[in-house]
T-cell receptor, first 113, second 111 residues
Framework: DGGITQSPKYLFRKEGQNVTLSCEQNLNHDAMYWYRQDPGQGLRLIYYSQIVNDFQKGDIAEGYSVSREKKESFPLTVTSAQKNPTAFYLC????????????FGPGTRLTVL | DAKTTQPTSMDCAEGRAANLPCNHSTISGNEYVYWYRQIHSQGPQYIIHGLKNNETNEMASLIITEDRKSSTLILPHATLRDTAVYYCIVRNMDSNYQLIWGAGTKLIIKP
């Protein structure tokens, strides 16, 4: 089945630790995105990548880092510099430039203790 | 900031049509109206989009006013599985595919 995989679904970390969230897609889509969602709020864009080895900051990139070494993978690292990392993180793709439908993964809920 | 205004919550009886309004009074000529929904603790799901003409697909219908300042998403026969948060988004097709998400409308379908 084609789709977007995010793992794990729930993640717990101690304050001050870096943590990497996985996002893998087998849709052969060019563009990949990371969003953050806080309770009762809409999604906010962290980073996006339109092609391999290239990515751009979104609206709330501070405290996060990404890489895009393969078309299928777009991992997000939440660093200790992120002041309020506890949130629901969503990975998404677009098929190509100008794509209409954005596809989303199931999300990872990160809790920092 | 989101460019759309939606009611915080709505109820609808199962089997009836659910009509979700959205105001986008500052929409410009090259901006499309998109609708997504998010069932609790899942990733959002694309529903429909349009520019100025009404659109229909297997999930819903989208009615856009002639001045394009508002729109309505219609779920013709709501089921309990349609309970979700519905997001109306105005998308500039020149903006690197970015979507600006508001808080959406929590739609509760009641039996």
């Amino acid at each position: 089945d084609g789709g977007i995989t995010q793992s794990p679904k729930y993640l717990f970390r101690k304050e001050g630790q870096n943590v990497t969230l996985s996002c893998e897609q087998n849709l052969n889509h060019d563009a990949m995105y990371w969003y953050r969602q806080d309770p009762g709020q809409g999604l906010r864009l962290i980073y996006y990548s339109q092609i391999v080895n290239d990515f751009q900051k979104g609206d709330i990139a501070e405290g996060y880092s990404v890489s895009r070494e393969k078309k299928e993978s777009f991992p997000l690292t939440v660093t200790s510099a992120q002041k309020n990392p506890t949130a629901f993180y969503l990975c998404a793709t677009y098929k190509s430039a100008g794509g209409n439908e954005q596809f989303f993964g199931p999300g990872t809920r990160l809790t920092v203790l | 900031d989101a460019k759309t205004t939606q009611p915080t919550s709505m109820d609808c009886a199962e089997g009836r049509a659910a009509n979700l309004p959205c105001n986008h009074s500052t929409i410009s000529g090259n901006e499309y109206v998109y609708w997504y929904r998010q069932i609790h603790s899942q990733g959002p799901q694309y529903i429909i989009h349009g520019l100025k003409n009404n659109e229909t697909n297997e999930m819903a219908s989208l009615i856009i006013t002639e001045d394009r300042k508002s729109s309505t998403l219609i779920l013709p026969h709501a089921t309990l599985r349609d309970t979700a948060v519905y997001y109306c988004i105005v998308r500039n097709m020149d903006s690197n595919y970015q979507l600006i998400w508001g808080a959406g409308t929590k739609l509760i379908i009641k039996p």
